[in-house]
């Protein structure tokens, strides 16, 4: 595998870089199709924001998604859900996806929230080894790309993915969820 200037291995052969529920993820996929694919890379922490990142490694923000978890409440009960789109975007959090989580109010979870909750480090989240249940949102060209990079979990390491992965996660549904207005990194 071949994005940017990183030193990509199985992620299945290093889950010393990885979040422990991404471990547990990774390995779940072992056996399915194009889960081999998973590739992992070992970056500076202190470079995990996209735009850091990006710069750094010579990767096109095109091959990088960012995950972002929101909080969906109706009658008195918060649900969470991922949201993945490419850095190029921004998931249209108060349109369409709170329409598709059928919402009266969404809105980013606050960091402590997401950390305690999914087990990862904030800037690092990532689809994979959510909490059971919880809905990912994958936009469609997150899904139509050969490999994306996203979070591992940890601040130290990235996961490159083949799209199609992303897009058939249990939880997975694939909508035009990116507000396509947007064309840099913010």
Known sequence: MAIGTLDW????????????????????????????DVAVAEIDPELADTAAFCERYGVDPGESANCVIVAARRAGETR?????????????VNGVVRRHLD?????????????????????????????????VLVDEA?????????GSGVRRS????????????????????????ENEIK
């Open 103 to 135: 919402a009266r109010k969404i809105s980013f979870a606050p960091m402590d929230d997401a950390v305690t909750l999914t087990g990862m480090e904030y800037g690092g989240i990532t689809p994979l080894g959510l909490p059971a249940g919880w809905p």
């Open 9 to 36: 291995t199985s992620a299945g052969m290093r889950p010393d870089l990885l979040a422990e529920p991404v471990a547990r993820a990774v390995a779940e996929l072992a056996g399915r199709d194009g889960a081999g």
């Open 158 to 181: 990235k996961l490159a993915v083949p799209g199609s992965l992303l897009a058939g996660l249990g939880t997975a549904r694939v909508l035009g969820l990116a507000n396509r207005s």
């Open 80 to 92: 969470y859900a991922a949201c993945l789109v490419l850095a190029t975007t921004r998931a249209d």
């Open 142 to 150: 997150v899904a139509a790309h050969p490999a994306v990079v996203i």
